[in-house]
């Protein structure tokens, strides 16, 4: 009886800290059903990021396009990722990921992008919600759209104008930057 109290008050904690009850301002859906995603599926870890409570508000991941969270990303994709889709996005068993071409069209959004990741898609893609934390999802992607090789007008919602002002397409043999001395404590790598 006693672990059951301790599991509740750390609960009712969490949800009071906001982090297991952070509610989204849009809707999330799977990407084969169309079912309304439950965010609240996933452990509490990473939801207490200033990206994750940007992107549940807005879809936008404000790691693409920074080179502090780069080398944090790689490392998520690298573990989770690349047996299937490649080491550089180019696929393999699952399909590339660095290019304008998306199974789901929805992928060219970070909404459509997270989507595929959470709550899985077809073949052996199941979801990742039980696997990666939200944040390393959102690492994930920023890493992936680092790897985009294609036309900037091919991109898709994600590649916004700002990113568009310095966008060039991945060249394959740019080393990852390590994170600076200013980096977000979520982007720091060990």
């Not at 799977?30 to 995603?37: F, Q, R, S």
């Not at 490392?75 to 393999?92: R, V």
């Not at 934390?133 to 920023?142: G, S």
Request: net charge negative.
């Amino acid at each position: 009886m006693r672990g059951a109290t301790v599991k509740a008050a750390a609960a009712a904690a969490l949800i009071a800290a906001g982090v297991v009850g952070a509610k989204a301002s849009i809707t999330f859906n799977n990407a084969i059903t169309g079912e309304v995603l439950n965010l609240e599926d996933a452990g509490p870890e990473g939801k207490d990021t200033e990206a994750f409570k940007k992107f549940i508000e807005t879809g936008e991941n404000i790691y693409n396009g920074n080179a502090d969270c780069l080398a944090k990303g790689e490392q998520s994709y690298l573990a989770m990722c690349s047996g299937c889709h490649g080491q550089k996005a180019e696929g393999k068993l699952g399909p590339g990921l660095n290019d304008s071409y998306w199974t789901y069209p929805s992928g060219k959004t970070d909404k459509g992008f997270f989507e595929i990741i959470f709550g899985g898609a077809s073949g052996m893609m199941g979801p990742m919600y039980g696997a990666m934390n939200v944040d390393d999802m959102l690492l994930t992607m920023a890493w992936v759209r680092h790897l985009y090789k294609d036309k900037p007008e091919d991109a898709g919602e994600w590649l916004t104008d700002e990113l568009k002002a310095n966008f060039k397409p991945y060249d394959g043999k740019t080393p990852t930057p390590k994170p600076s001395a200013n980096a977000p404590e979520s982007c720091k790598i060990d």
